[in-house]
């Protein structure tokens, strides 16, 4: 050890040489016993830390040479026995790799941007589902001075994107697959995965978002004109299969949600696969979505009264759901019966894709939920 002392007091010069002084990694003297000969001197670890400094004769920084500190006696008998192998780096040049670090996960994420904008969204090349899917994504995430678009968590709330939250995951996933939008590259780095060779990952939901607009123009300029070429009849005359489609994929999440919220009220363990698929697609080949949440209501009744009367488990009940829609369209279609239109919950009104779709580009108040699907073109 060498032990520099700052001092030229006598006492102190004393007591730091005799709280460091030691053989072969033994303190000669306890702090006790030095306290003690200094009536009980109140602050000895303050004047000991203030006036000397300890440094190790074998280890230093790694990177920079510095010789380590000791703490205190504590430090000192953690590191003596182990200081052949006792590897090192000072704080000053931790925090310099931190910085270049960081620095160089900066540089990937402005990079990746770059590469994105090489090639800028033009609204006459984007299809029906992508002009819809960006509208909505502006509408709902775009902060107030049209910057950026907001990460999904800090804003999906009462109003949500989509009916389901994996879907609008979905849809933010192929926006950025397809390059329409790009991560913000001065996002805080804590939200994004780095590996070592600088390949990143994050979460769809937690991370702010650029729209890979041409050069020269804003975000508010390029909302503006994308929104007029939805409101125009473009889209309805030029590409009415891209509209249905769309439509049809908005309804169908509209009553997986609905199902699958009366699933979680029953306490069903409901998972949707395809025959759930196949019968809600039937619901919408002949009933509006606001009449297939009469279906799926009645269904889900009826499942919970049979898991209530039967001994059976509630996951054979939860099978029974499907079944008793299908039943329930055939009669319905049979009988030819009015089937009363249900409305929407009061706590999941209609999500802003919805609205940019049914109501801006169809012209229509809420068509996707009140209306038949073949009525809408």
């Known amino acids: 050890m060498d032990l520099i002392i700052d001092s030229q007091d006598k006492d102190i010069i004393d007591i730091c040489t005799r709280y460091w002084s030691h053989n072969n990694g033994q303190f000669n003297e306890s702090v006790k016993d030095i306290l003690k000969s200094y009536n009980n001197l109140k602050g000895l670890n303050s004047i000991v830390e203030v006036n000397c400094t300890a440094y190790s004769v074998i280890t ?5 040479g510095d010789k ?9 008998k953690k590191t003596f026995n182990n200081e052949d192998d006792f590897i090192w780096e000072c704080d000053d040049c931790l925090y310099f790799q931190t910085k ?24 006459e090349e984007l299809t029906v589902r992508e002009a819809v899917v960006l509208r909505s994504l502006i509408l709902h995430l775009a902060t107030e001075d049209m910057e950026y678009l907001e990460y999904l968590d800090q804003v999906d709330g009462e109003f949500s994107l989509s009916p389901l939250r994996d879907y609008s995951l979905e849809l933010l996933r192929e ?28 979460s769809l939901s937690e991370v702010p978002w650029l729209i890979n607009i041409p050069e020269g123009k804003t975000m508010e300029e390029f ?31 509209e009553c997986i949600s609905y199902l699958e919220y009366l699933g979680d009220e ?21 009933f509006s979505v606001a009449q297939a949440y009469n279906f799926i209501w009645r269904a889900c009744k009826d499942a919970a009264a049979y898991y209530q009367r039967s001994q059976i488990s509630k996951r054979q009940a939860a099978n029974s759901i499907v ?9 319905a279609l049979a009988n030819n019966w009015d089937v009363k239109a249900y409305k929407r919950r009061y706590d999941a009104p209609q999500s802003v894709i919805s609205k940019v779709l049914f109501n801006h580009l169809l012209h229509t108040d809420d068509g996707g939920f009140n209306s038949k699907l073949t009525s809408l073109l």
């Open 68 to 76: 380590y500190i000791y703490k205190n006696r504590n430090d000192f």
């Open 100 to 123: 270049q670090l960081e620095e160089a996960q900066r540089n990937e994420l402005v990079s990746s941007y770059k590469t994105a904008i090489q090639h800028p969204v033009k609204i």
């Open 266 to 286: 029953y306490g069903f363990d409901f998972k949707v696969g395809p025959k759930t698929l196949e019968a809600l697609n039937k619901v919408l080949a002949h």
């Open 223 to 253: 909302s503006i004109a994308l929104s007029n070429k939805i409101s125009s009849l473009e889209y309805i005359e030029e590409r009415p299969d891209e509209v249905m489609e769309l439509c049809h994929e908005i309804s169908l999440k």
């Open 60 to 64: 230093s920084c790694l990177t920079c």
């Open 323 to 331: 079944g008793n829609i299908d039943r329930a369209i055939d009669q």
């Open 175 to 202: 926006m950025y697959r397809s390059s329409v939008i790009s991560i913000h590259p001065y996002i805080s780095l804590n939200r994004i995965n780095f590996t070592a060779d600088l390949n990143f990952s994050f």
